[in-house]
């Protein structure tokens, strides 16, 4: 009996120690900031790993499958998953990463892959009786504008907004989201992508302002973040990447992810003269 016992923990330990999950495939650990629609937030009428949706939860998803791995979503703050890489507490972070010079010289990042249209633009967002009170960069002058913590947007504002504009760094959008309807801040700077998805979700409340960030092209599509030094499962997850591509995946995912996030519908509605939803 007692070395029954024993070998049970014994094999329990070696499983707990390869990473395996109870399918017997190796676990593939992969972080997200469920903050960031349409490229992963959270679906509230589901529980467990499935209420994590959006384009990058499609495409972990495939990747995991293609290393006939078992996928492990992580949730955690944009800036923690860049630490759970660095760290190497998780194989890869799949969380709408721009590519960034930082971020290439301190992490192995995959080539791009394009989502749509989410960061071709980045944005700042408003009350809506604010709407045109920030034509240009200088309207920000003596303005709070939140953006999020270890974030594209937050170089952004630091590079293109005044220097007597107060930038406020956030950890979490969706809190943000709120704090900016509850006018704790001004304004938030956000991909054009996520701006859509919440003024399709709060029509009538919020604004993108006038004024644009100028965005270089090096940072329109996404990139994987991996520990760096990890490059077999980068060349890895490049294969990959390139085929899903070429089935066509990614338009499919986006499509998807802007439907649940409640973007595609909205977009699509048109009103009649009374200003009431047609058909
Ligand atoms: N693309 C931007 C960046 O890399 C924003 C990404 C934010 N992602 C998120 N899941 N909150 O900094």
């Given at each position: 009996?007692?070395?029954?016992?024993?070998?049970?923990?014994?094999?329990?330990?070696?499983?707990?120690?390869?990473?395996?999950?109870?399918?017997?495939?190796e676990?593939l650990?992969?972080a997200?900031?469920?903050?960031?629609?349409p490229?992963?937030?959270?679906?509230?009428t589901?529980?467990?790993?499935d209420?994590?949706?959006?384009?990058?939860?499609?495409l972990?998803?495939?990747?995991?499958?293609?290393?006939?791995?078992?996928?492990?979503?992580?949730?955690?703050?944009?800036?923690?998953?860049?630490?759970?890489?660095?760290?190497g507490?998780?194989?890869?972070?799949?969380?709408?990463?721009?590519w960034?010079e930082?971020?290439?010289?301190?992490?192995?990042?995959?080539?791009?892959?394009?989502?749509?249209?989410?960061?071709?633009?980045?944005?700042?967002?408003?009350?809506?009786?604010?709407a045109?009170a920030y034509?240009?960069?200088?309207?920000?002058?003596?303005?709070k504008?939140?953006a999020?913590?270890?974030?594209?947007?937050?170089?952004?504002?630091k590079?293109q907004?005044?220097?007597d504009?107060?930038?406020?760094?956030?950890?979490?959008?969706?809190?943000?989201?709120?704090?900016?309807q509850?006018?704790?801040?001004?304004?938030?700077?956000?991909a054009?992508?996520?701006?859509?998805?919440?003024?399709?979700?709060?029509?009538g409340?919020?604004a993108?302002?006038?004024?644009?960030?100028?965005?270089?092209?090096?940072?329109?599509?996404?990139?994987?973040?991996?520990?760096?030094?990890?490059d077999?499962?980068?060349?890895?997850?490049?294969?990959?990447?390139?085929?899903?591509?070429?089935?066509g995946?990614?338009g499919?995912?986006?499509?998807?992810?802007?439907?649940?996030?409640?973007?595609?519908?909205?977009v699509?509605?048109?009103?009649?003269?009374d200003?009431?939803?047609?058909?």
């Amino acid at each position: 009996m007692k070395k029954i016992v024993s070998l049970i923990l014994i094999a329990c330990m070696i499983l707990s120690f390869a990473g395996c999950s109870s399918s017997g495939k190796e676990t593939l650990k992969v972080a997200i900031s469920p903050d960031f629609a349409p490229m992963e937030f959270v679906d509230t009428t589901k529980t467990g790993q499935d209420k994590y949706v959006g384009f990058d939860v499609s495409l972990a998803k495939f990747i995991a499958e293609e290393l006939g791995m078992e996928l492990e979503i992580m949730p955690m703050s944009f800036d923690a998953c860049q630490v759970a890489v660095q760290t190497g507490s998780v194989d890869m972070s799949i969380s709408g990463f721009s590519w960034t010079e930082d971020r290439a010289a301190n992490y192995n990042l995959s080539d791009y892959y394009y989502a749509g249209e989410n960061e071709t633009e980045q944005v700042i967002i408003t009350i809506a009786a604010n709407a045109d009170a920030y034509p240009t960069a200088e309207s920000f002058s003596g303005k709070k504008v939140a953006a999020q913590n270890a974030s594209l947007q937050l170089e952004l504002c630091k590079s293109q907004l005044p220097a007597d504009c107060e930038i406020v760094e956030v950890g979490d959008l969706t809190t943000a989201f709120l704090q900016l309807q509850n006018g704790d801040f001004d304004a938030l700077a956000v991909a054009k992508g996520q701006a859509d998805v919440f003024i399709a979700n709060n029509p009538g409340a919020i604004a993108i302002c006038g004024f644009e960030f100028e965005v270089d092209a090096a940072y329109e599509a996404n990139v994987i973040m991996l520990p760096k030094g990890a490059d077999e499962l980068t060349a890895k997850v490049n294969e990959i990447l390139a085929k899903a591509y070429a089935a066509g995946y990614y338009g499919e995912w986006y499509a998807e992810a802007l439907e649940l996030a409640g973007a595609e519908t909205s977009v699509d509605v048109s009103y009649d003269d009374d200003g009431n939803v047609a058909g």
